[in-house]
């Protein structure tokens, strides 16, 4: 090129992670931080928010400074394993680093298949590390279950009822704060604990107070409800309108309403 300048389309956004798309100059690879808005760009119409909030932050925060100012085409299987002890001795979980460690090997893939670099150097098992779990899913101890119950029993509603359907439905966080009455359907109240009882989950709340207008699976689901979990949602039903009269409002549209839920 004229004046040894480099033909180029467009520069990428200065510094910003979620910059529109560009197109890099032929001659010269983007820096990691500079292909991650690309990524992340390209990524989110078909990411849930939670997990592209997910992957911004973990780029921002533990992958971008330590390796964002390298080109593409220069990060070697060496580059990657520092990263991961690094992020070890900084503390993480295992499980956390193999999370970061596959979004950067995603950002990695993808810069493959634009031709930008000839293999992904973040691929493979790392298995000197031990990032594969080989055991059973962790989950919380009967011990652990109970002293959290305790501890919600003595904080009292909302939160007795938001741990005790935890426990008993498995649905998440998200899912339980955007429960609507609507959704639950109870059996008669007549001084006996029953069956019978189902709940819908169509949507999920997120931590910024927005609801995703589905859940995490894209589908709604039905989960029958134990005798346990009937007496958790009539005993908080009848504590809810009971704080809404309080109140002055109406009967809440939200199973989990005020600084618990909407």
């Given at each position: 090129?004229?004046?040894?300048?480099?033909?180029?389309?467009?520069?990428?956004?200065?510094?910003?992670?979620?910059?529109?798309?560009?197109?890099?100059?032929?001659?010269?690879?983007?820096?990691?931080?500079?292909?991650?808005?690309?990524?992340?760009?390209?990524?989110?119409?078909?990411?849930?928010?939670?997990?592209?909030?997910?992957?911004?932050?973990?780029?921002?925060?533990?992958?971008?400074?330590?390796?964002?100012?390298?080109?593409i085409?220069?990060?070697?299987?060496?580059?990657?394993?520092?990263?991961?002890?690094?992020?070890?001795?900084?503390?993480?979980?295992?499980?956390?680093?193999?999370?970061?460690?596959?979004?950067?090997?995603?950002?990695?893939?993808?810069?493959?298949?634009?031709?930008?670099?000839?293999?992904?150097?973040?691929?493979?098992?790392?298995?000197?590390?031990?990032?594969?779990?080989?055991?059973?899913?962790?989950?919380?101890?009967?011990?652990?279950?109970?002293?959290?119950t305790?501890?919600?029993?003595?904080?009292?509603?909302?939160?007795d009822?938001?741990?005790?359907?935890?426990w008993?439905?498995?649905?998440?966080?998200?899912?339980?704060?955007?429960?609507?009455?609507?959704?639950?359907?109870?059996?008669?109240?007549?001084?006996?604990?029953?069956?019978?009882?189902?709940?819908?989950?169509?949507?999920?709340?997120?931590?910024?107070?927005?609801?995703?207008?589905?859940?995490?699976?894209?589908?709604?689901?039905?989960?029958?409800?134990?005798?346990?979990?009937?007496?958790?949602?009539?005993?908080?039903?009848?504590?809810?309108?009971?704080?809404?009269?309080?109140?002055g409002?109406?009967?809440?549209?939200?199973?989990?309403?005020?600084?618990?839920?909407?």
């Amino acid at each position: 090129a004229a004046g040894g300048s480099l033909p180029s389309d467009s520069l990428p956004p200065g510094g910003s992670l979620t910059g529109p798309p560009v197109r890099w100059p032929r001659f010269r690879g983007p820096t990691l931080a500079e292909y991650a808005a690309t990524y992340l760009a390209t990524a989110r119409p078909r990411l849930a928010r939670s997990s592209y909030a997910s992957r911004e932050s973990a780029l921002r925060l533990h992958i971008l400074p330590r390796l964002g100012t390298l080109r593409i085409g220069s990060i070697t299987r060496q580059d990657v394993r520092a990263l991961i002890a690094g992020l070890l001795e900084a503390g993480l979980g295992r499980p956390t680093v193999r999370h970061h460690l596959a979004i950067l090997c995603a950002i990695l893939t993808q810069a493959r298949d634009d031709g930008l670099i000839p293999s992904n150097p973040a691929a493979g098992g790392w298995r000197e590390y031990r990032l594969v779990s080989r055991g059973t899913p962790r989950h919380l101890t009967g011990d652990q279950l109970r002293a959290m119950t305790a501890q919600a029993d003595r904080a009292g509603p909302p939160w007795d009822a938001i741990v005790g359907l935890a426990w008993r439905t498995g649905l998440r966080r998200g899912e339980l704060l955007a429960l609507r009455w609507a959704d639950v359907t109870l059996p008669p109240t007549d001084g006996q604990v029953h069956g019978g009882g189902t709940l819908t989950v169509r949507d999920t709340l997120y931590a910024d107070r927005t609801l995703a207008g589905r859940t995490k699976s894209g589908r709604a689901r039905t989960v029958d409800l134990s005798p346990q979990a009937v007496a958790i949602l009539t005993r908080h039903r009848a504590w809810s309108r009971e704080a809404a009269f309080r109140a002055g409002t109406h009967s809440p549209e939200w199973v989990f309403w005020g600084p618990a839920g909407l």
